[in-house]
């Protein structure tokens, strides 16, 4: 019962930690937040942070692994259409990485400073890119058949979609550019299409 109630205590403090690490990135960035900004923002003692963690960088590394960790359940949706050539199937998936990426913006953005000065990070960035290209190259397979000919390699043409939403994203966030969810993801996914197959969408 003890070793329980130890447990769940250091799961709980682990949580505080992380939960304050994320606002406090959001707050002032990575690079200006402190462990003991941390720990205090979670009002936890100085020394309980390396109980859980060795260093900042492998704190921001278990929330980068947090956010690897969620089910990605997309592709099952019946609402899932995997053909970029079909403008409701780039809706889609923008506003899937759109939700996904606003929800934990903090933790990327952090990444993205981290990257700035530490090599590992500027690889696990690249990493992350690499992945989200990845997991939607094959719904380019059907441009060939349908006479539409991307802007560049796939590769490429798939950066370009991703980052865009992530400027429109970065710029709502932090350049006081007001707009909606449903009016970034509309923007995107028009300025995807277009870009992606040439056509407009009715």
């Known amino acids: 019962m003890v070793a329980a109630r130890r447990s769940?205590?250091?799961?709980?403090?682990?949580q505080a930690l992380k939960h304050a690490a994320r606002r406090l990135f959001a707050e002032r960035g990575?690079?200006?937040?402190?462990i003991t900004d941390i720990t205090a923002a979670a009002g936890r003692a100085a020394g309980s942070f390396y109980n859980h963690f060795a260093s900042k960088e492998e704190l921001l590394q278990a929330l980068l692994k947090d956010l690897a960790d969620e089910s990605d359940t997309s592709a099952e949706d019946?609402?899932?259409?995997?053909?970029?050539?079909q403008p409701e199937?780039?809706?889609y998936h923008i506003a899937a990485y759109w939700h996904f990426a606003r929800k934990n913006w903090p933790v990327l953005r952090a990444v993205q400073q981290a990257a700035l000065v530490n090599d590992d990070f500027a690889r696990i960035a690249a990493d992350f890119a690499t992945?989200?290209?990845?997991?939607?190259?094959?719904?380019?397979?059907?441009?060939?058949?349908a006479g539409l000919r991307l802007p560049g390699?796939?590769?490429?043409?798939?950066?370009?979609?991703f980052q865009s939403a992530t400027g429109l994203l970065?710029?709502?966030e932090e350049g006081g550019l007001d707009m909606t969810d449903e009016q970034?993801?509309?923007?995107?996914?028009?300025?995807?299409?277009?870009?992606?197959?040439?056509?407009d969408i009715d």
């Open 131 to 145: 992945e989200q290209r990845e997991e939607v190259a094959n719904h380019l397979d059907g441009f060939g058949p």
């Open 89 to 91: 199937s780039v809706r």
């Open 170 to 172: 970065q710029a709502v």
């Open 153 to 161: 390699p796939p590769d490429v043409s798939l950066a370009l979609m």
């Open 30 to 34: 990575y690079l200006n937040t402190k």
């Open 184 to 199: 970034a993801i509309d923007a995107i996914t028009r300025f995807a299409y277009r870009g992606l197959t040439g056509r």
């Open 78 to 85: 019946p609402a899932h259409i995997a053909d970029f050539t």
């Open 8 to 14: 769940e205590k250091s799961a709980e403090t682990e």
